[in-house]
Each structure stands twice: as structure tokens, then as C-alpha cells.
Nanobody, 119 residues
């Protein structure tokens, strides 16, 4: 299974972006899908998760500004990001977690998409 992330770019503070992540296989294989980010010089952090039944979980600092969603028919998840702040600048990665390993792996990662927010 491959995950392909897209949608990053340069935006001014207060602006919006929508990230997309498309899986080469069915999302139903994953118990959780999510977005992580890694800013320069910092550790990767979990931003938002969505379960295969639609439960969501968000990082405190982005709750209310970001929304994660999924479209099982398109094998895709999305991250709608509003009111972006300079501290949201990072490479954003999509992730799929499968409790039952797929080809021997529990975790799958997309290649990352860069989000840059200017002040």
C-alpha cells in the first residue's frame, strides 16, 4: 500500500489549505488514518486522527482550526486547515495504522507535503 500526500504550499497567516492523502489500496485495511507534522528542528507530532468508524482526535493547538475527514470511496483522507499560523509551518505526513499488519507492516507513511505559513 502506498500513501500519496498533496496540497501543501505557501500561504499567509490566516489563510487556508486543504491537504489530501490518497491510498493505493482500500482505507478499510487501516484502523486509523492521520496527519502528522514535523517542523524544522522539532520532533514529528501527531496532528489529527480519524478512525475507520469516523472517530476523530486532534492536537490541542490546532483543534477548532483543522478538520480531518475521509472518503472511503476515493480511498482518501483530507485535512482542512483554516486560520493558519506561522507555527503551523512544517512538513505534513499522512499515516495509516493497521492493527493487522499489511505486508508485514503496521504503519504506512506518505512522502510528506510542505506547508509554509508566512507572517
Amino acid at each position: 500500500v502506498q500513501l500519496q500526500a498533496s496540497g501543501g504550499g505557501l500561504v499567509q497567516a490566516g489563510g487556508s489549505l486543504r491537504l489530501s492523502c490518497t491510498a493505493s489500496g482500500s482505507l478499510s485495511s487501516f484502523n486509523w488514518m492521520g496527519w502528522y507534522r514535523q517542523a524544522p528542528g522539532k520532533q514529528r507530532e501527531r496532528v489529527a486522527l480519524i478512525s475507520n468508524i469516523g472517530d476523530t482526535n486532534y492536537l490541542d493547538s490546532i483543534e477548532g482550526r483543522f478538520t480531518i475527514s475521509r472518503d472511503n470511496a476515493k480511498n482518501a483522507i483530507y485535512l482542512e486547515m483554516n486560520d493558519l499560523k506561522p507555527e503551523d509551518t512544517a512538513v505534513y505526513y499522512c499515516n495509516g495504522y493497521a492493527a493487522r499488519p499489511i505486508a508485514g507492516l503496521n504503519n504506512y507513511w506518505g512522502q510528506g507535503t510542505l506547508v509554509t505559513v508566512s507572517s
